[in-house]
């Protein structure tokens, strides 16, 4: 538990710097104000948050602190806070918050009854399965110390996913940023995982070394897949980033795309048809929320296990 509280806490920080560093942008900001413009504000980050309110339109916007810039040699860091930074930050408190009353309630029911119900119970079955049937027989033998990471990934990236269903609420793996942090994350423990399993062997899978072919063969083939080999350990972790950005950027347009009908047309008439297609959509989105976590962590796992158990 201490180990998947410190990947969490490493994993909102160096996510949030991203996300801070991307999104402060003038060009996100001047969309935000763009009139006729109520898609974009929704899907990309800024300085501007909204909070509930009591009056029409039930919402007020309220502006994020701006704090001055972190010097650091040629560098220059705004960790101002986000829309996308505030609600990445929520997500790890609510997730530190349910799955610890979780593990309390776990232990307690387990010591008087002898095994959990309710909630501790469904989430100890989505960490049984999660460790047993996709990290482990992925990540390769004693492969036991990564699971707290591959687990904090699932978790952390499903909280960020379902916080942007809410009213008011923003989904922080819709911005790139953060989706190709956590992806330069996972990158380096792969990398790592890799050095560790294979020592000198690591070299193997930069530079590609036919042993059983002859020299003439071997030293043609080397200068065209070593680049192909070097250039396939980032396009896997692109892939990665770029496939949960995507997906939950692609929902939120599709819902905000069908509500601006009803102000598109400027009749209510229509309005069923958009509130139950948007319906459906919230649906699948809620369902996608929990794939594209699974999905992050699943090949997370094989990229490991690929690595680890590489030219052996």
């Not at 909102?12 to 991203?18: D, I, P």
């Given at each position: 538990?201490?180990?998947?509280?410190?990947?969490?806490?490493?994993?909102?920080?160096?996510?949030?710097?991203?996300?801070?560093?991307?999104?402060?942008?003038?060009?996100a900001q001047e969309a935000h104000g763009t009139s006729g413009d109520f898609i974009s504000p929704h899907i990309t980050d800024g300085n501007h948050l909204e909070i509930p309110y009591w009056k029409p339109p039930f919402h007020k916007e309220i502006t994020l602190p701006s704090w001055e810039p972190v010097h650091v040699g040629p560098l220059t860091l705004d960790l101002s806070p986000t829309k996308h930074l505030i609600f990445m930050a929520l997500a790890a408190v609510l997730l530190v918050l349910t799955l610890t009353t979780a593990a309390r309630a776990h232990q307690r029911q387990t010591k008087a009854?002898?095994?959990?119900?309710?909630?501790?119970?469904?989430?100890?079955?989505?960490?049984l399965y999660l460790r047993n049937e996709v990290i482990l027989p992925n990540v390769g033998p004693h492969g036991e110390k990564f699971v707290p990471f591959c687990l904090t990934l699932f978790?952390?990236?499903?909280?960020?996913?379902?916080?942007?269903?809410?009213?008011?609420?923003?989904?922080?793996?819709?911005?790139?940023?953060?989706?190709?942090?956590?992806?330069?994350?996972?990158?380096?423990?792969?990398?790592?995982?890799?050095?560790?399993?294979?020592g000198w062997g690591y070299l193997g899978t930069i530079v590609y070394w036919p042993h059983d072919m002859p020299l003439t063969m071997k030293a043609p083939l080397?200068?065209?897949?070593?680049?192909?080999?070097?250039?396939?350990?980032?396009?896997?972790?692109?892939?990665?980033?770029?496939?949960?950005?995507?997906?939950?950027?692609?929902?939120?347009?599709?819902?905000?795309?069908?509500?601006?009908?009803?102000?598109?047309?400027?009749?209510?008439?229509?309005?069923?048809?958009?509130?139950?297609?948007?319906?459906?959509?919230?649906?699948l989105e809620l369902f996608v929320a929990f794939l594209q976590a699974f999905v992050f962590t699943l090949l997370v796992s094989v990229f490991i296990g690929q690595m680890r158990v590489a030219h052996n």
């Open positions: 538990m201490r180990r998947f509280f410190t990947a969490l806490l490493a994993l909102s920080f160096v996510a949030g710097v991203a996300s801070a560093q991307d999104d402060h942008a003038p060009a009854d002898g095994s959990p119900r309710g909630f501790a119970a469904a989430i100890e079955s989505v960490v978790f952390f990236i499903l909280y960020c996913n379902l916080i942007g269903l809410v009213p008011y609420g923003a989904t922080p793996t819709g911005n790139v940023a953060v989706t190709g942090m956590l992806a330069i994350i996972a990158f380096f423990v792969i990398e790592i995982a890799g050095v560790r399993a294979l080397t200068l065209i897949m070593t680049p192909i080999e070097l250039l396939g350990k980032f396009t896997k972790i692109f892939a990665l980033a770029i496939r949960l950005f995507a997906n939950m950027t692609g929902g939120h347009i599709v819902v905000l795309a069908l509500i601006g009908l009803i102000f598109t047309f400027s009749s209510w008439l229509i309005a069923p048809l958009p509130v139950a297609m948007t319906v459906a959509i919230m649906m």
